[in-house]
């Protein structure tokens, strides 16, 4: 997705300032190009988060691009308009690709609102890479309905040369960009929203899993707090659930078996959480994989809390243990009060 090239202005230069081409456009298809290329800003706002439920089956329909002109162009390989910025998809990729990113951007900002940047531009990438792009424009025929050199075709040139992989699926991302750019730009009164609703609907099924994962987060009980108000992650509440004198929570490496992340394709980490301690010994709790050890081993601890069962029977044993505690202290004339949470002494629970 290149990056660079003339400035928006300059779509809308009249013909006689343009390099001059057999396949330029006329005068009436520049004066056409001219009144449809007002650039538009999107507002955030105006999309709205994903919802599992608003997850559609069905791919959604092409919208079409208003202006012929525009759909010509953006239908154009470069090669095939002499290298004309005007006349091919050269210079709406390059706008359709900000486009893209951007709204990609709001709907993930919207739908995962406590996401760190870094896991955000994971899941945008996800969206905007060209072999996403490609598989999109193979799906809605943007490669059959193109005017494209015959190497870059599927089945290349016949008794020719034929482009890589790698160059096909390059050029099959840059048409659909350009085919978004022109769906804007066709249509200034409205051309963002139906690109929106369009994209929206085209990426929810790949950011399902995600949107599950975010809507279960929601329903959980609300998370215990500390003292000062701020919420405990999972490791905290569980060493403070079944932790005491003796009892030893730990997190270790487990084979991780080449896991990838779906979506970004990415490794992932296994961290796996084992107590020794109220007669066990180097018993798994959970287990947990991410992108980084540290969030694997808070997942891995959080399975252990969602085991209710074997939860309350370890904290069963740590309620009858202090119970006899402070038994023996009143028995002794000790009154004061025990703590519930052991000391950092006393915890040699390892911390990722």
Known sequence: ???????????SEPPSKRAKSDSAPSASQGATLESATSVQIPSLHANTKWTLATIQRM????????????????????????????????RLEWIGD????????????????????????QRREMLI????????????????????????????????????????????????????GGVILSDPANGIQRASDWLKALWGPLMAEYIREEEKKARKPEQKQSASGQTLDPKTVLEATIGARGVKIEYKDLPSKNLKDRGTKLPLFAIGCFMTGWGETNLQLGHGSALSKKEAGQKAAQMA???KKLLKKFADKKAEMKAAREAQLQQAGVTFPLKDQPSAQETTGGVL
């Not at 290149?2 to 400035?7: A, L, N, W």
């Not at 424009?137 to 599927?154: H, R, T």
Request: aromatic share 10%; no cysteine; net charge negative.
């Open 98 to 121: 900000a486009y893209l990113e951007l709204i990609a951007s709001s709907f993930i900002y919207q739908t995962f609102p406590t996401l760190p940047a870094g896991k955000s531009a």
């Open 59 to 90: 791919r959604p329909p092409l919208p079409d691009i208003l202006d012929p002109a525009l759909k010509k162009a953006a239908l154009t390989h470069p090669g095939k308009a002499n290298n004309d910025p005007v006349a091919s998809y050269e």
């Open 129 to 180: 890479r060209n072999t996403t792009l490609g598989e999109f424009s193979v799906y809605y025929g943007l490669d059959k309905m193109a005017d494209i050199p015959e190497e870059f075709n599927m089945e290349g040139r016949v008794g020719g040369t034929n482009a890589s992989q790698k160059v096909r699926i390059k050029i099959l991302g840059d048409l659909f960009e350009a085919y978004v």
């Open 1 to 11: 997705m290149p990056k660079h090239g003339p400035t928006p202005e300059e779509v």
């Open 305 to 307: 809390l969602d085991n």
